[in-house]
């Protein structure tokens, strides 16, 4: 009885192992590898390699598919000020510039996000850049892509009128939630201490159209 049910085991240990490998075939277009940088793409740059050596402050990966990722870099000779460059590596793992930007900020964050409505599959995605400023207020900023041609979106930083400009003093967090970017921050009483808010809590949603990130709602609670 002990030797059937061992038998058993052994069985069904053999065929998990079969399963595993037949699906673990390998694949004639694997993904590059990520998390890494391409070195000899970078030293073709001269500006890029030279900003990356003196100051090398960001990178991370995207993941469109099993044919084609995106790396996010960022680098600069002041705090909180560079370029930024966004770098396509598809399947035959030759990378290729797509997009070379100035920026104001630090980038704290990169998303590959669908901000338009309408059926995900038909609709083409969008790099999303979170970016600080330093300092205790933590004022945020954004910086969007659509890709695939890199274009990059019109928005106003700013405030839209009506809203309290004197009490706004940064806080801001963002997230992407039904095919719209939502940015919420507090706004401050007199008095209030930077770390204590008082008054209202503003979420502003914003979509894609036109070419643009239009404001779309403005929602406020206590």
């Known amino acids: ?59 991370n990966t995207l993941i469109v598919n099993t044919q084609l990722v995106y790396d996010i870099i960022g680098w600069g000779t002041k705090y909180a000020e ?44 969008q790099v999303l850049l979170i970016m600080r400023q330093p300092g205790t207020g933590v004022y945020g900023s954004i910086i969007v892509y659509q890709t695939p041609e890199f274009k990059r979106l019109k928005f106003e930083n700013e405030l839209p009128a009506g809203l309290e400009q004197s009490a706004y003093m940064g806080h801001d967090s963002f997230y992407v939630s039904a095919n ?3 940015r919420q921050f507090p706004l401050y009483k007199k008095n209030d201490a930077n770390c204590c808010p008082s008054g209202r809590h503003i979420t502003l949603s914003y979509k894609v159209k036109q070419h643009a990130l239009l404001l779309d709602k403005i929602e406020s609670k206590k």
């Open 1 to 59: 009885m002990i030797c059937c049910k061992h038998s058993s085991i052994v069985l069904m240990l053999a065929l998990s192992i079969l399963l595993t490998a037949c699906n673990q075939q390998p694949n004639q277009k694997q993904i590059p590898v990520v998390g890494e940088i391409d070195s000899a793409f970078i030293a073709s740059d001269t500006a890029m390699q030279l900003g990356l050596e003196s100051s090398y402050e960001y990178h």
């Open 82 to 125: 560079g370029e930024l460059a966004i770098v396509k590596r598809g399947a035959d793992n030759k990378p290729d510039t797509v997009a070379k930007d100035k920026r104001v900020g630090i980038i704290e964050n990169s998303l590959l996000v669908n901000l338009q409505s309408g059926s995900a599959e038909k609709s083409e995605p």
């Open 180 to 182: 719209k970017l939502h």
